[in-house]
Nanobody, 114 residues
């Protein structure tokens, strides 16, 4: 089975940036569709952040449009989430996911301080 591991989380000040990575193993990322990023804030439900379809198109939650960019590197078998202009409301554990049924990584913590 494919395994996914997120990295790149940390503590940043409001207005700062982070780039999250999701390394896949066991299968080519090209064959895992759809692919996406989710987040879960403390006490909240997990919510969709970004989706990458099999055709390579992307879609984003309204709360992150214009600030976050999802991408993939098939050669490196890795997904990325570039997060700019971070807000305290972005604080959450971020997860990558792929396939049907979906496979989840263990998550990486992002904390945005004022």
């Amino acid at each position: 089975q494919v395994q996914l591991v997120e990295s790149g989380g940390g503590l940043v000040q409001a207005g700062g940036s982070l780039r999250l990575s999701c390394a896949a193993s066991g299968r080519s990322i090209f064959s895992i569709n759809p692919k996406g990023w989710y987040r879960q804030a403390a006490g909240q439900q997990r919510e969709l952040v970004a989706i990458i379809t099999s055709g390579g198109s992307t879609d984003y939650a309204n709360s992150v449009k214009g600030r976050f960019t999802a991408s993939r590197d098939n050669a490196k078998n890795t997904l990325y989430l570039q997060m700019n202009s971070l807000k305290p409301e972005d604080t959450a554990v971020y997860y990558c996911s792929g396939g049907i049924p979906p496979v989840w990584g263990p998550g990486t913590q992002v904390t945005v301080a004022s």
